[in-house]
T-cell receptor, first 111, second 112 residues
Framework: RKEVEQDPGPFNVPEGATVAFNCTYS??????FFWYRQDCRKEPKLLMS???SGNEDGRFTAQLNRASQYISLLIRDSKLSDSATYLC????????????FGQGTELSVKP | DAGVIQSPRHEVTEMGQEVTLRCKPI?????LFWYRQTMMRGLELLIY????????DSGMPEDRFSAKMPNASFSTLKIQPSEPRDSAVYFC??????????FGQGTRLTVV
């Protein structure tokens, strides 16, 4: 299994739809996870941190399944402005502070 | 805080030339990361530092790449000699105690 793996998409959804992305990871010792958002030609920016079973922030919900080693990001009532690439981030092995990014999942929300 | 500051924002250079990218992390952060992003390979970690000490440089593609962090507020990534396949966006990021990382705006490098 790759250190971090995401479905690259693109996911094309209409406004108002609910969309979910999954991310699998190989390091079973990882304790904290992150979802980042990257707009075209911009730097990645933190969207959510996931330290326990999950986290919710408005329309966004992140869930962690340690047994199956995956995290998910759910976006409800999607907006045009949600169009971006969503990157899953997992700490590297040995708790050394290394952060490993997935390839990203591209989301396009259409009117 | 101004965030992570990178310079230059854009760099166009000829093959064979030396390129130096610069980064100023967020004050107080103890981790600094250099990433490279291309369409084909996504975001790759090149090297990272903890308290100015390189911890893992396994992502540095070859000896043409080198990185330094002489103090807590400055780091450089150098490519010598540069090649067209080095063309990419290079991001610097910093974090506190290995939590979430904050990125600079990146340097878009084009080697012709």
């Amino acid at each position: 299994r790759k250190e971090v793996e995401q479905d690259p998409g693109p996911f094309n959804v209409p406004e108002g739809a609910t969309v979910a992305f999954n991310c699998t990871y190989s390091n079973s010792a990882s304790q904290s996870f992150f979802w980042y958002r990257q707009d075209c030609r911009k730097e990645p920016k933190l969207l959510m941190s996931v330290y326990s079973s999950g986290n919710e922030d408005g329309r966004f919900t992140a869930q962690l399944n340690r047994a199956s080693q995956y995290i998910s990001l759910l976006i409800r009532d999607s907006k045009l402005s949600d169009s971006a690439t969503y990157l899953c981030v997992v700490p590297g092995p040995n708790q050394g502070g290394k952060l490993i990014f997935g390839q990203g999942t591209e989301l396009s929300v259409k009117p | 805080d101004a965030g992570v500051i990178q310079s230059p924002r854009h760099e166009v250079t000829e093959m064979g030339q030396e390129v130096t990218l610069r980064c100023k992390p967020i004050s107080g952060h103890d981790y600094l990361f250099w990433y490279r992003q291309t369409m084909m390979r996504g975001l790759e970690l090149l090297i990272y530092f903890n308290n100015n000490v390189p911890i893992d440089d396994s992502g540095m593609p070859e000896d043409r790449f080198s990185a330094k962090m002489p103090n807590a507020s400055f780091s450089t990534l150098k490519i010598q000699p540069s090649e067209p396949r080095d063309s990419a966006v290079y991001f610097c990021a910093s974090s506190l105690a290995a939590t979430e990382a904050f990125f600079g705006q990146g340097t878009r490098l084009t080697v012709v």
